[in-house]
């Protein structure tokens, strides 16, 4: 296993939140008559574990990568029976063995990123009637960010002196999504700052393509600099998980939408934004588009297009 994947998973197994939200998760679950568990996208194999403490009779790991083997050793190690691996991805599997409970951990720090939407529709056929599927539904949000700490760091094409013009490579990273630990003090300072703009149900027929926005009504002058985006998910009734910057920290972080240049505020001023995307487009695999619009005395002042497939340069 390549060392840097192996890292990957030591971060995911450090993340005490995740795990105490996954197996509160499970003790639900189990606790009301589950018995049969499908683990998807395995990993090193704790959910399992966590699974077979809390009384599951049976738990199948399917994961197609090389780390399946190291959860076979660990789960030699621990004494832990009862498990059944199989190296192959979920979507691969032809005729899988129902179960009562579907887990799955499969998200990025943009929550679509890692193919949850594919994986979880198809996640029912793993299924036995009236089982349940953990998570089950997911709610992304949005903030307008006001700290101009990210956009220094973008903007330093600038700082490349020498008589050079990098601006048009300023551009190409402005149509691009980045990984922040973004703080509350980031974020605009006013009680309507966070806002849903996607909420969904893992159902077999969710669509990949997500669509929504938020508005908001600067209550200060101020620059707004880009804005802010994290997820929410619901594991079992009354159980989430959630990487927002004021929830305790993961081993995720949010995700920073910038803008090419700030949008200059006024107190009364309407900032809108406008979210598109669509998993499995693009040369990432999802295609991201946001559109940002500020309004003044009912008029648009000024309105940003930004779209991650101008984002790669090859």
Not at 60 to 84: C, F, H, K, S, T
Not at 113 to 140: I, N, S, Y
Not at 200 to 210: A, I, N
Not at 214 to 236: K, M
Request: aromatic fraction near 8%.
């Amino acid at each position: 296993m390549p060392p840097v994947l192996i890292d990957f998973h030591r971060r995911m197994l450090a993340d005490r939140v995740r795990h105490d939200a996954y197996r509160a998760a499970l003790a639900y679950h189990l606790g009301r008559g589950a018995r049969s568990v499908a683990d998807i996208g395995a990993g090193t194999g704790v959910l399992s574990f966590f699974a077979r403490e809390l009384g599951a009779q049976e738990c199948w790991l399917y994961e197609p990568g090389a780390v399946l083997g190291l959860a076979e050793a660990i789960a030699a190690r621990n004494g832990i029976d009862g498990l059944r691996f199989v190296p192959l991805h979920s979507l691969a599997v032809e005729d899988p063995v129902a179960v009562d409970l579907v887990v799955a951990e499969v998200f990025g720090n943009f929550a679509l990123e890692e193919g949850v939407l594919d994986t979880l529709a198809d996640a029912h056929r793993f299924l036995k009637p009236g089982g349940a599927l953990c998570p089950a539904a997911l709610q992304q949000f949005v903030a307008p960010v006001a700290s101009d700490r990210f956009a220094r760091e973008l903007g330093s094409w600038s700082a490349v002196g020498h008589g050079l013009d990098l601006g048009d490579a300023h551009a190409v990273g402005c149509d691009n999504m980045y990984v922040y630990a973004i703080e509350p003090g980031d974020l605009l300072a006013q009680p309507d700052a966070v806002q849903r703009w996607d909420a969904l149900e893992f159902t077999p027929t969710v669509s990949g393509q997500r669509v929504g926005g938020a508005s908001w009504r600067l209550a200060a002058d101020g620059a707004v600099q880009g804005f802010a985006l994290w997820w929410e998910a619901l594991l079992a009734p009354g159980i989430t998980l959630s990487t927002s910057p004021s929830a305790p920290r993961t081993h995720w972080d949010q995700v920073y939408l910038p803008l090419a240049r700030p949008l200059a505020g006024r107190v009364g001023d309407e900032v809108a934004i406008a979210i598109e995307c669509e998993v499995g487009g693009g040369e990432a695999g999802i295609a991201v588009r946001w559109r940002v619009d500020q309004r003044r005395g009912g008029a648009t002042i000024d309105a940003r297009d930004h779209d991650i497939a101008r984002g790669f340069v090859d």
